[in-house]
C-alpha cells in the first residue's frame, strides 16, 4: 500500500474520531414557551468572573406560532446559561462591570429567578416548558430531561426561607450563637438538596453545593461585618486574640468549587478582601483594583483560583484607567 495513502487515510480516521467525540459533546435546549408575544429567544452564557465580557449571547432562535423553540448543537459542559425573549447583558454583568464594590450584597435568587437559568453539566438534551411573566418565570419539564435545572430553580425560589433554626440576620445578637444557627440552616438546605456528586468540580451537585454552602458563608459574614464592625476591626488588627472571624475565610481551600457559581466569586472577593485587611490592618469592605491588590491576590491564591481572578483583576485595572 503506498505509504502516502495510508498517512491520509489514518488522519480521515482520526479526524472523524475527533468530530464525532465533538458532536457527542452537543447538546439540544427545546421546548414550549406560554405567555409571549416574543418571536425570539436567545441564550446567553454566564461567567461572574469574565463580566466584562460582551460575547455572552452564544445562540438566537425563532419562537414557532405555537411557541416551539430549539437550540440545536450547543456545546455547553459545565456551563451556567440563561435564556430570554430580549437581548440584554446577564443581571451580574450589569452590576458588578460598573460597581465591583457591591459584591458582598444581595442574594444569588434575585439574580436568577427572574428568567430561566440553567446549570449544564453532562445532559444531552434539555426540553422545558417555560411561562413567562412580567415578574418571576417559571419552568416544568415534561418529559424529564430538564429535571435538574427545575431543582435548580426551586432552590432559588426558597432560599431565602429560614425556618428549621433561630437564625436572626435582622438584628444585632450574640455572634457566635447565630453561627452556629447558621450551620444548622446550611446543613439542612444540603440535605433537603440531596447531592451525592460534590467532588466532580464541574458537576451540577458540586455547583449546587457551591451556592448553597458558600451562600450561607457570604450571608452570614456580610451580617456580621455590618453589626460587630469594631470586633471585626479588632480582628482584623490583631487576629490572633481569636481565630473565630479569620477561620470563616479558611473554608475557601477546603473543597474544590464550582467556578461558575456566583457565591464562588463573591467569597473570592471576600477572601481576597480579608487579606487586603490583615495587611491594612484596618476593615474595608473593598479595595480598588491596583498593583497591590493583584500582587497580594497572586500571592494568597493559587492554581485555577489565582488564573481566572487575575485575569478578571487585570481587566478590572484596565477599566479604570
Given at each position: 500500500?503506498?505509504?502516502?495513502?495510508?498517512?491520509?487515510?489514518?488522519?480521515?480516521?482520526?479526524?472523524?474520531?475527533?468530530?464525532?467525540?465533538?458532536?457527542?459533546?452537543?447538546?439540544v435546549?427545546?421546548?414550549?414557551?406560554?405567555?409571549s408575544?416574543s418571536?425570539?429567544?436567545?441564550?446567553?452564557?454566564?461567567?461572574?468572573?469574565d463580566?466584562?465580557?460582551?460575547?455572552?449571547?452564544?445562540d438566537?432562535?425563532s419562537?414557532s406560532?405555537?411557541?416551539?423553540?430549539?437550540?440545536?448543537?450547543?456545546?455547553?459542559s459545565?456551563?451556567?446559561?440563561?435564556?430570554?425573549?430580549?437581548?440584554?447583558?446577564?443581571?451580574?454583568?450589569?452590576?458588578?462591570?460598573?460597581?465591583?464594590?457591591t459584591?458582598?450584597?444581595?442574594?444569588?435568587?434575585?439574580?436568577?429567578i427572574?428568567?430561566?437559568?440553567?446549570?449544564?453539566?453532562?445532559?444531552?438534551?434539555?426540553?422545558?416548558?417555560?411561562?413567562?411573566?412580567?415578574?418571576?418565570?417559571?419552568?416544568?419539564?415534561?418529559?424529564?430531561?430538564?429535571?435538574?435545572?427545575?431543582k435548580?430553580?426551586?432552590?432559588?425560589?426558597?432560599?431565602?426561607?429560614?425556618?428549621?433554626?433561630?437564625?436572626?440576620?435582622?438584628?444585632?445578637?450574640d455572634?457566635?450563637?447565630?453561627?452556629?444557627?447558621?450551620?444548622?440552616?446550611?446543613?439542612?438546605?444540603?440535605?433537603?438538596?440531596?447531592l451525592d456528586?460534590?467532588?466532580?468540580?464541574?458537576?451540577?451537585?458540586?455547583y449546587?453545593?457551591?451556592?448553597i454552602?458558600?451562600?450561607?458563608l457570604?450571608?452570614?459574614?456580610?451580617?456580621?461585618?455590618?453589626y460587630?464592625p469594631?470586633?471585626?476591626?479588632?480582628?482584623?488588627?490583631n487576629?490572633?486574640?481569636?481565630?473565630?472571624?479569620?477561620?470563616i475565610?479558611?473554608?475557601?481551600?477546603k473543597?474544590?468549587w464550582?467556578?461558575?457559581?456566583?457565591?464562588?466569586?463573591k467569597?473570592?472577593?471576600r477572601?481576597?478582601?480579608?487579606?487586603?485587611?490583615?495587611?491594612?490592618?484596618k476593615?474595608?469592605n473593598?479595595?480598588?483594583?491596583?498593583e497591590?491588590?493583584?500582587?497580594?491576590?497572586?500571592?494568597?491564591?493559587?492554581?485555577k483560583?489565582?488564573?481566572?481572578?487575575?485575569?478578571?483583576i487585570?481587566?478590572?485595572m484596565?477599566?479604570?484607567?
Amino acid at each position: 500500500m503506498n505509504l502516502n495513502f495510508l498517512k491520509i487515510c489514518v488522519g480521515i480516521i482520526l479526524i472523524s474520531s475527533c468530530n464525532s467525540q465533538k458532536d457527542s459533546e452537543k447538546m439540544v435546549i427545546s421546548g414550549k414557551l406560554f405567555s409571549s408575544k416574543s418571536k425570539m429567544i436567545y441564550l446567553n452564557k454566564i461567567d461572574h468572573f469574565d463580566y466584562f465580557n460582551d460575547e455572552y449571547t452564544i445562540d438566537s432562535t425563532s419562537v414557532s406560532e405555537n411557541g416551539e423553540f430549539k437550540f440545536n448543537s450547543q456545546n455547553l459542559s459545565s456551563e451556567l446559561v440563561s435564556l430570554s425573549t430580549e437581548k440584554f447583558q446577564p443581571y451580574t454583568y450589569q452590576i458588578y462591570s460598573v460597581a465591583p464594590e457591591t459584591y458582598y450584597f444581595g442574594n444569588c435568587a434575585k439574580f436568577f429567578i427572574a428568567i430561566p437559568t440553567f446549570y449544564i453539566s453532562n445532559e444531552k438534551s434539555i426540553n422545558i416548558n417555560w411561562h413567562e411573566t412580567n415578574d418571576i418565570d417559571s419552568i416544568s419539564s415534561p418529559d424529564n430531561t430538564g429535571i435538574l435545572q427545575v431543582k435548580l430553580r426551586e432552590f432559588y425560589l426558597n432560599s431565602d426561607k429560614m425556618d428549621v433554626s433561630k437564625l436572626d440576620y435582622d438584628k444585632k445578637i450574640d455572634f457566635k450563637t447565630n453561627w452556629e444557627q447558621m450551620l444548622i440552616e446550611k446543613e439542612f438546605d444540603l440535605k433537603a438538596a440531596n447531592l451525592d456528586n460534590i467532588q466532580n468540580e464541574n458537576s451540577f451537585d458540586n455547583y449546587l453545593y457551591s451556592e448553597i454552602y458558600l451562600g450561607h458563608l457570604n450571608r452570614y459574614l456580610k451580617w456580621f461585618e455590618h453589626y460587630f464592625p469594631d470586633t471585626v476591626g479588632t480582628l482584623v488588627g490583631n487576629p490572633s486574640s481569636d481565630t473565630f472571624y479569620s477561620n470563616i475565610f479558611l473554608e475557601y481551600n477546603k473543597h474544590t468549587w464550582n467556578s461558575k457559581s456566583l457565591e464562588y466569586y463573591k467569597f473570592t472577593e471576600r477572601y481576597v478582601n480579608h487579606f487586603m485587611n490583615l495587611e491594612s490592618k484596618k476593615f474595608e469592605n473593598y479595595y480598588e483594583p491596583s498593583e497591590k491588590k493583584r500582587k497580594l491576590a497572586e500571592k494568597v491564591l493559587e492554581g485555577k483560583n489565582e488564573k481566572i481572578y487575575l485575569t478578571l483583576i487585570d481587566k478590572q485595572m484596565k477599566k479604570v484607567i
